[in-house]
Antibody, heavy 120, light 110 residues
Framework: QMQLVQSGPEVKKPGTSVKVSCKASGFTISKSAVQWMRQARGQRPEWIGWIFVDSGNTNYAQNFQERVTITRDMSTSTAYMELSSLRSEDTAVYYC?????????????WGQGTLVTVSS | QTVVTQDPSFSVSPGETVTLTCALNSGSVSTSYHPSWYQQTPGQAPRTLIYSTNIRSSGVPDRFSGSILGNKAALTITGAQTDDESDYYCVLYMGSGIWVFGGGTKLTVL
């Protein structure tokens, strides 16, 4: 079964960082682009950024440019999204998505989501 | 700033056809934006229905179709079913590696 499996829920304090993982199971993401987005309760989805897994090249949304780092580990078919300097407004469900292995960046296969709660 | 706009809500009766749209505040949506549509019910992961304007994802029923209508991307559900009651989002590729999501349409089928 081809799926993206994300890491579990996180509770973080303001000012700290969170790192969410997204592991491909049943397929490889070696030729894919992996996207990250988030959705806070009652809000529209926000695009965070993406990574081309083979080259490691990334592109980030302007709103997250200074706080986000997206990486990957090709040996484990896993992508990571790290967000720093967390604030309460970062409380949201974070999703990864992969394309069909064609570098298109299209959101084809989705992870199950990771709830990140930022609270003092 | 680029804003992608969707109708906040729509209500249809079972069996009816409904078209949801996705517009830009600054110009027309074309195939160059590779509009995609996904369905999401509360607490569940998104499910992509349509990508690159009109390509149906694997396993998606053919009552879902995508197109460009005038200056907007469109998702048409032909013969809506009660199971189609959900939130629907579009996402557009703006070029230069930038993607933007719409605000979503809440579809009620009753």
């Amino acid at each position: 079964q081809m799926q993206l499996v994300q890491s579990g829920p996180e509770v973080k304090k303001p000012g700290t960082s969170v790192k969410v993982s997204c592991k491909a199971s049943g397929f490889t993401i070696s030729k894919s682009a992996v996207q990250w987005m988030r959705q806070a309760r009652g809000q529209r989805p926000e695009w965070i950024g993406w990574i081309f897994v083979d080259s490691g090249n990334t592109n980030y949304a302007q709103n997250f440019q200074e706080r986000v780092t997206i990486t990957r580990d090709m040996s484990t078919s896993t992508a990571y999204m790290e967000l720093s300097s967390l604030r309460s407004e970062d409380t949201a469900v974070y999703y990864c998505a992969a394309d069909k292995g064609d570098h298109s960046g299209l959101f084809i296969r989705w992870g199950q989501g990771t709830l990140v709660t930022v609270s003092s | 700033q680029t804003v992608v706009t969707q109708d906040p809500s729509f209500s249809v009766s079972p069996g009816e056809t409904v078209t949801l749209t996705c517009a830009l505040n600054s110009g027309s949506v074309s195939t160059s934006y590779h509009p995609s549509w996904y369905q999401q019910t509360p607490g569940q992961a998104p499910r992509t229905l349509i990508y690159s304007t009109n390509i149906r994802s694997s396993g998606v029923p053919d009552r879902f179709s995508g197109s460009i209508l005038g200056n907007k991307a469109a998702l048409t559900i032909t013969g809506a079913q009660t199971d189609d009651e959900s939130d629907y989002y579009c996402v557009l590729y703006m070029g230069s590696g930038i993607w933007v999501f719409g605000g979503g349409t809440k579809l009620t089928v009753l």
